[in-house]
């Protein structure tokens, strides 16, 4: 019997507490007010206890619940910073940690998946889980020839648990809503649903993460871990220290924070030119900063579950788009995304209005150099969020067609982790080296960057 809460009517009722909790919590805030506390101080109380309630039940549920979390906590860089505060310190405990599964399961999984005698593979084998995530655990251990390796245990029942937790949660999107001001909760639950059947593949991991090691191998920049076995519901690669995105995030040198930003920026365009995949999950806790003599910080990649297979890099209309607004061209913008699907035939747009909506998102692809902070990515949402505004009405006329939205959410997660670092970057130097269209033919390779 699988140690993971999966049993459909208890994880309902764990997930159904959550609105009924934000429900209770705002009398109790009312009550609060009534009798004369200040509605500041009741209101930062009443986002505390909310997020620790919030993040409390994912991280037990692990599965979907805990996904949906990993993925909310890449955005409170848009919350406001009254907001954000109280949820800085609950969001980010989801991109390394959750509770562990008992050593009996893992034994019992590791017996079942790989044979009575899976201990004969390892010289070493640490009971205790080095990190533990939506689906699985790793734990240290170190494989019969010598080499340090993670093993990643797939928690029973854990596909089960996903689609139930994601289906839950979908009728919970309008209250979960405001977590992140401006964005839709509902396509994010359903696309988090469409990755499920991929992620559970430990074999369909396993070749995309080899192909980026092979492609990486000898990479000054990017480190990805070798595979060194593979069966159902275990994964066992190459071990990979170094420090935590989410540790630079909290306590790295602005030297740190740089580096790490312009890395992930570099491997997010890269990436998908020099294998064909994008790597989909890009919460802090997937990445890692390892000291190097040559270049000083390189930047390690783990955990492809989730990839999207672009088997000719991004999609050159994307660089196309890019390059004609930086460039002012209103109307070619606006006949691009109506070809690709962004703007429906039965809506009409004002070619300039659609340009004024995407310049301030496009600003750091404008700049040689841009300074991501919170406070940038706070005004992009307030802008799109508020009702009243002209950015609002027309960003609810565009449509996202179904083959960019994943490329979509990947990239706008990235820019979320960058402005979580403070970061520095010269995004314009990469897409000028890696992104399809961005680049004229005519234009001399000397413009690219270093």
Not at 221 to 250: F, K, N, R, Y
Request: with cysteine.
């Amino acid at each position: 019997m699988s140690d993971l809460p999966r049993k459909a009517v208890t994880r309902t009722a764990k997930l159904a507490a959550l609105p009924l909790g934000i429900a209770g919590r705002a009398t109790w805030g009312l009550g609060k007010r009534i009798v004369g506390e200040s509605a500041e101080l009741v209101g930062r109380e009443l986002q505390q206890r909310t997020a620790e309630q919030l993040f409390k039940v994912l991280g037990e549920l692990k599965g979907g619940a805990m996904k949906f979390g990993q993925a909310l906590s890449v955005f409170e860089s848009a919350l406001p910073e009254e907001v954000a505060g109280p949820y800085r310190a609950a969001l980010t405990k989801l991109q390394d940690a959750a509770p562990p599964m008992p050593t009996r399961t893992v034994h019992s999984v590791l017996r079942e998946r790989i044979g009575e005698d899976w201990q004969e593979l390892f010289l070493e084998f640490e009971d205790k889980p080095a990190a533990a995530a939506s689906i699985g655990q790793v734990h240290r251990a170190v494989w019969h020839d010598g080499r340090a390796v993670a093993v990643k245990v797939q928690y029973p029942g854990a596909g089960e648990a996903l689609l139930s937790d994601l289906g839950q949660l979908s009728r919970f999107a309008r209250l979960l809503g405001p977590l992140i001001p401006g964005m839709d909760i509902k396509p994010l639950i359903a696309e988090l649903r469409d990755r499920v059947s991929e992620e559970l593949d430990y074999g369909l991991e396993a070749q995309a993460q080899q192909t980026h090691a092979e492609e990486f191998a000898d990479d000054p920049d990017v480190v990805v871990p070798a595979v060194v076995h593979q069966c159902d519901q275990v994964l066992v690669t190459e071990w990979m220290d170094g420090t935590p995105l989410s540790e630079v995030i909290t306590d790295g040198s602005q030297e740190q924070r740089d580096r790490a930003g312009q890395l992930l920026t570099r491997f997010l365009f890269s990436g998908p030119a020099r294998t064909g995949l994008l790597h989909a999950d890009p919460h802090p806790g997937n990445f890692r900063l390892l000291p190097d003599e040559k270049v000083g910080w390189r930047l390690g990649v783990l955990d492809f579950g989730t990839v999207d297979r672009l088997p000719g890099g991004l999609p050159t209309p994307i660089g196309d788009a890019l390059r004609l607004t930086i460039e002012g061209e209103a109307e070619a913008v606006y006949e691009m995304l109506c070809a690709e699907g962004f703007v429906k035939e039965s809506i009409d747009l004002d070619p300039d209005a659609v340009l004024d909506y995407l310049l301030p998102i496009i600003e750091p692809a404008r700049a040689d150099e841009f300074a991501f902070a919170r406070g940038w990515m706070r005004s992009q949402a307030a802008r799109i969020a508020d009702p009243r505004s002209p950015a609002h009405q027309l960003g609810k006329q565009l449509n996202l067609p179904p083959s960019y939205l994943l490329i979509h959410r990947v990239t706008l997660s990235t820019i979320g982790v960058l402005c979580q670092l403070g970061a520095t970057v010269r995004m314009r130097d990469e897409l000028e080296e890696w992104l399809p269209g961005f680049m004229t033919d005519e234009e001399p390779e000397s413009a690219t960057g270093a």
